[in-house]
């Protein structure tokens, strides 16, 4: 019996000995992966202490050993632009990689915007349709937070594009690839690492978030938390917002009926909701799922002779509407579409009228959202408004990042989708990020470019290419010159250039009031691919609009000079005034202002409401919708101010 005990115990050491040593390397490493060209191309992986591990390409082989940690890892000689090859690491085991190329490679990381899949994108079907690119490759950062830096990713696949794999990728990164691949006509490798609504500092990784005097102590709280603890008493609190119970099916609905629909519907006990707003910013955090919204109109005999047009703005993302029990609309996953429904005269009556709105959110933000404005019931030239409150009640909750939301500490994103993927050789990266700091504008002055310098420190690559995407306009144009956050934080990120190897693609003309995804991403992957191709390759071209470099006051007059001017400054406006233009006088009250290009790199700006000017602001607003300030090249203007006084931003 004892041998017999003695025989099994010694195979399965045998077993666990084995599976220790199998030589490993991160999922960022796959077939139809591209290596950079022009550098030694680091690859690093796991097997048992002391393993001699060998790795080939292009039938140059370099060999190491494990060490004691059990890590291993080399530098592959410089490659010239070429393949397919494989890639063959040979440990107790040998791991093949096919179809591997040498190129550029280059990562995509931010917010929303960069998220933004391509098949969501302007004229996204025929993009789509077109997208077939074998030397372009595709890799998709799966998304994940952690409490310290992880060293592999959960998932991951390097990807040839085509229809069938970039309807989801990134459409910011895919442009740009595709512009890249245009004038390069090289393998083009894109990294994409997004996560939508994110903050700069949880992409900063703990040794600088350490130095910081504003996230010190929310990363010393972070690293000593029990994460078991933390996620029982979240959903502790999503529990008592729910009412105890965290419902897993729609008992809204029954047996296909839907019950909650109908008009006697005690809804008592039901909460309020204020309409349109997102559900999430109403308390309601990390739930995605089913909810049903109900409100009650009343209407006389004389409006129910005539068919209604229900307004009901935007809905995220699905809905089924009723009412007075019957189905009157329906639209299925269009999160930023007016939900407009036509009701037959026969569904109304005179008195109370219910509508119920059954709306189902599958990520992201969910609810009755957009403009007040767009929320009406039409009849003839009568309008009901429908903001305001409603009675509310989530039907099913699907609750996300119950154990961490990416904002909740600083560096959750480093640790869980960086970190993984250093030091893979790369050419540069690309950003579009800022909406989610913008009411800390002052304070990305700092905690971006650190950022930026914190990613090159451990990538080890030294100063390399960080270009990104200053804020599109967005949001109602002001009236009357004023203070904007969104303004602050393009000027931080202008600030930003003073950085070695840093470009910037302004989206200032390309944005919608009313969505802060505008769907023109070809011009933004344009932009950044100008800025790769002057910043990282060294062309020669005009790679960004007119940006200001100084003024002089005279006469009541502002002259301004602008540098990156191109062939010269351009207006688009048919009787040459260039707009977008503010000027103050010492009481720092802003005057809209005339401005004309007096030469081909110098505008004049004055108002006869400020006759001694002291300062001028140009494009200074959350959506300046009316700059038009231009190079020959067609690239806008970059907004400034001259002035130094005090933003609204901390």
């Known amino acids: 019996m004892k041998t017999k005990i003695y025989l099994l115990f010694t195979a399965l050491c045998l077993v666990v000995i084995g599976v220790n040593a199998e030589v490993k390397l991160p999922k960022i490493f796959s077939s139809n992966m591209v290596l950079q060209q022009g550098m030694e191309i680091p690859v690093w992986g796991w097997a048992d202490s002391g393993e001699e591990v060998r790795v080939s390409l292009n039938e140059l082989i370099v060999r190491t050993a494990a060490g004691?940690?059990?890590?291993?890892?080399?530098?592959?000689?410089?490659?010239?632009?070429?393949?397919?090859?494989?890639?063959?690491?040979?440990?107790?085991?040998?791991?093949?990689?096919?179809?591997?190329?040498?190129?550029?490679?280059?990562?995509?990381?931010?917010?929303?915007?960069?998220?933004?899949?391509?098949?969501?994108?302007?004229?996204?079907?025929?993009?789509?349709?077109?997208?077939?690119?074998?030397?372009?490759?595709?890799?998709?950062?799966?998304?994940?937070?952690?409490?310290?830096?992880?060293?592999?990713?959960?998932?991951?696949?390097?990807?040839?594009?085509?229809?069938?794999?970039?309807?989801?990728?990134?459409?910011?990164?895919?442009?740009?690839?595709?512009?890249?691949?245009?004038?390069?006509?090289?393998?083009?490798?894109?990294?994409?690492?997004?996560?939508?609504?994110?903050?700069?500092?949880?992409?900063?990784?703990?040794?600088?978030?350490?130095?910081?005097?504003?996230?010190?102590?929310?990363?010393?709280?972070?690293?000593?938390?029990?994460?078991?603890?933390?996620?029982?008493?979240?959903?502790?609190?999503?529990?008592?917002?729910?009412?105890?119970?965290?419902?897993?099916?729609?008992?809204?609905?029954?047996?296909?009926?839907?019950?909650?629909?109908?008009?006697?519907?005690?809804?008592?006990?039901?909460?309020?909701?204020?309409?349109?707003?997102?559900?999430?910013?109403?308390?309601y955090i990390d739930i995605d799922g089913i909810a049903w919204y109900r409100k009650?109109?009343?209407?006389?005999?004389?409006?129910?002779?005539?068919?209604?047009?229900?307004?009901?703005?935007?809905?995220?993302?699905?809905?089924?509407?009723?009412?007075?029990?019957?189905?009157?609309?329906?639209?299925?996953?269009?999160y930023d579409e007016d939900r407009v429904y036509t009701i037959d005269k026969k569904l109304v009556k005179p008195g109370k009228n219910m509508i119920v709105v059954r709306v189902d959110d599958t990520g992201g933000g969910g609810g009755l959202w957009g403009d007040p404005k767009n929320q009406f019931v039409a009849i003839g030239q009568d309008r009901i408004d429908l903001s305001?409150?409603?009675?509310?009640?989530?039907?099913?909750?699907?609750?996300?990042?119950?154990?961490?939301?990416?904002?909740?500490?600083?560096?959750?994103?480093?640790?869980?989708?960086?970190?993984?993927?250093?030091?893979?050789?790369?050419?540069?990266?690309?950003?579009?990020?800022?909406?989610?700091?913008?009411?800390?504008?002052?304070?990305?002055?700092?905690?971006?470019?650190?950022?930026?310098?914190?990613?090159?420190?451990?990538?080890?690559?030294g100063d390399f290419p960080f270009l990104f995407v200053q804020l599109a306009n967005y949001m109602k144009p002001d009236r009357q010159p004023s203070d904007s956050e969104w303004a602050e934080l393009r000027e931080a990120q202008t600030s930003t250039l003073e950085l070695p190897n840093t470009g910037m693609a302004s989206a200032i003309d390309i944005g919608e009031a009313d969505d802060i995804h505008p769907r023109n991403k070809q011009d933004v992957g344009k932009r950044l691919a100008l800025n790769a191709l002057k910043v990282a390759y060294d062309m020669d071209l005009v790679h960004t609009g007119p940006m200001y470099e100084s003024v002089e006051f005279k006469d009541g007059k502002a002259y301004i000079t602008f540098t990156e001017t191109g062939s010269g400054l351009a207006v688009k406006d048919k009787y040459g005034y260039v707009k977008a233009f503010a000027i103050a006088g010492a009481d720092r009250e802003f005057h809209w202002a005339k401005a004309e290009i007096i030469n081909s790199n110098t505008v004049v700006v004055q108002s006869y409401a400020v006759p001694d000017p002291v300062a001028v602001r140009f494009g200074w607003a959350n959506n300046p919708d009316d700059l038009n300030l231009y190079n020959l090249e067609e690239l806008p203007a970059n907004p400034f101010r001259t002035d130094e006084w005090p933003g609204i931003t901390k």
């Open 388 to 461: 305001g409150d409603w009675k509310f009640k989530i039907a099913k909750a699907v609750l996300q990042n119950i154990d961490m939301g990416p904002n909740s500490y600083p560096t959750l994103l480093y640790n869980g989708m960086i970190n993984p993927i250093v030091p893979y050789g790369i050419k540069g990266a690309i950003w579009y990020q800022g909406e989610s700091n913008a009411s800390r504008a002052m304070q990305y002055r700092r905690i971006f470019p650190n950022m930026i310098e914190d990613w090159r420190t451990h990538w080890g690559q």
């Open 68 to 283: 004691e940690n059990g890590k291993w890892k080399v530098k592959l000689p410089v490659q010239d632009y070429g393949g397919p090859y494989t890639l063959t690491v040979k440990g107790s085991n040998t791991l093949t990689f096919n179809n591997v190329m040498i190129g550029e490679v280059w990562v995509c990381s931010g917010q929303s915007n960069m998220e933004w899949p391509l098949a969501n994108a302007k004229n996204g079907a025929e993009e789509v349709a077109a997208a077939n690119y074998p030397k372009i490759r595709l890799f998709t950062v799966p998304k994940r937070v952690a409490q310290f830096p992880e060293g592999d990713l959960e998932s991951g696949q390097w990807m040839e594009c085509t229809p069938k794999t970039a309807p989801t990728f990134s459409a910011v990164g895919y442009f740009f690839g595709l512009n890249l691949l245009g004038k390069l006509d090289v393998p083009i490798g894109l990294i994409h690492t997004s996560w939508g609504g994110t903050v700069a500092e949880t992409w900063t990784s703990p040794e600088t978030i350490q130095k910081d005097p504003d996230f010190k102590e929310p990363l010393e709280e972070l690293q000593q938390m029990d994460l078991e603890a933390y996620r029982k008493e979240k959903e502790q609190k999503l529990r008592q917002l729910l009412g105890g119970e965290i419902p897993t099916e729609d008992t809204g609905l029954q047996n296909g009926e839907p019950v909650w629909a109908a008009p006697n519907l005690n809804d008592q006990e039901w909460n309020s909701i204020h309409v349109p707003g997102l559900w999430e910013e109403q308390g």
């Open 296 to 334: 009650e109109i009343n209407l006389t005999e004389e409006q129910t002779q005539s068919n209604l047009q229900l307004h009901l703005g935007k809905i995220d993302d699905s809905d089924i509407t009723f009412l007075n029990g019957f189905e009157v609309g329906e639209t299925i996953n269009a």
